[in-house]
T-cell receptor
Framework: GENVEQHPSTLSVQEGDSAVIKCTYSDSASNYFPWYKQELGKRPQLIIDIRSNVGEKKDQRIAVTLNKTAKHFSLHITETQPEDSAVYFCAADSNYQLIWGAGTKLIIKP | KAGVTQTPRYLIKTRGQQVTLSCSPISGHRSVSWYQQTPGQGLQFLFEYFSETQRNKGNFPGRFSGRQFSNSRSEMNVSTLELGDSALYLC?????????????FGPGTRLTVL
C-alpha cells in the first residue's frame, strides 16, 4: 500500500533556531499535504497544509514546501519557542484517505 | 461550538471481549473518521463515515467495524479483542466530504487489552 515516511523521528534544537521536518510519499496522485501538531496529552491539530498546485506556503513562523517531482514535502519552523515542543505529523491523501507519517518529536532546548 | 467528544476516555478489557467506542462530532459536521494511534506508528486510518455511509476503509481486519447515526454521532466496535489492539483510538470530524478539509480530533479513547 501507499506510505509516507517522516524524518527525523526526534529532533532537538536550541530555542531560537530553526527546525526542519521532512516527509516523502509514495502515491504520485497525492494532492493534499497537511501537517498536524500534537502536544503532550492533547489531540492533533492542523497547523498548515499545502495542495499540489502550490510549491510553498507560509504562516508566520511556519512554512511548508512541496516538491512533487521528488515526492517530498517539508515543514520549516523558524525562531523556535518552547511552545513548539510537540509531536508533528505529516500526511498525504491517497485513495480518499490520509496516509500519515510516524511523527517527529520536536524538543526545544532552553 | 463544542469540540469533538469521545466516550469513554479509558477502557480496560481482556482478550476475546468486544468493545464499543463513541464519538460525537462538532455540530454541523457530517464526516467522522476513526484512527488508531500507537507509539512510533503514527495514525492508522480505520474508516470514514459521511451521512451514515461508510465512504472509505483502511487496512484493518473485519473485527473493526463502525456506524454513523442520523445525528452524525459515530460508534466503533472491535470484536474478539487482541493484545495488539491496545492503542489510543481517535475520531475526527470535518466540515465537508473527503480528506481535504481540516480534521478536528477528539481527545481519544485509550484502550488497554490485557
Amino acid at each position: 500500500g501507499e506510505n509516507v515516511e517522516q524524518h527525523p523521528s526526534t529532533l532537538s534544537v536550541q530555542e531560537g533556531d530553526s527546525a526542519v521536518i521532512k516527509c516523502t510519499y509514495s502515491d504520485s496522485a497525492s494532492n493534499y499535504f497537511p501537517w498536524y501538531k500534537q502536544e503532550l496529552g492533547k489531540r492533533p491539530q492542523l497547523i498548515i497544509d499545502i495542495r499540489s498546485n502550490v510549491g510553498e506556503k507560509k504562516d508566520q513562523r511556519i512554512a511548508v514546501t512541496l516538491n512533487k517531482t521528488a515526492k517530498h514535502f517539508s515543514l520549516h519552523i523558524t525562531e523556535t519557542q518552547p511552545e513548539d515542543s510537540a509531536v508533528y505529523f505529516c500526511a498525504a491523501d491517497s485513495n480518499y484517505q490520509l496516509i500519515w507519517g510516524a511523527g517527529t518529536k520536536l524538543i526545544i532546548k532552553p | 461550538k463544542a469540540g469533538v467528544t469521545q466516550t469513554p476516555r479509558y477502557l480496560i478489557k481482556t482478550r476475546g471481549q468486544q468493545v464499543t467506542l463513541s464519538c460525537s462530532p462538532i455540530s454541523g459536521h457530517r464526516s467522522v473518521s476513526w484512527y488508531q494511534q500507537t507509539p512510533g506508528q503514527g495514525l492508522q486510518f480505520l474508516f470514514e463515515y459521511f451521512s451514515e455511509t461508510q465512504r472509505n476503509k483502511g487496512n484493518f481486519p473485519g473485527r473493526f467495524s463502525g456506524r454513523q447515526f442520523s445525528n452524525s454521532r459515530s460508534e466503533m466496535n472491535v470484536s474478539t479483542l487482541e493484545l495488539g489492539d491496545s492503542a489510543l483510538y481517535l475520531c475526527a470530524s470535518s466540515n465537508g466530504q473527503g480528506v481535504y478539509n481540516e480534521q478536528f480530533f477528539g481527545p481519544g479513547t485509550r484502550l488497554t487489552v490485557l
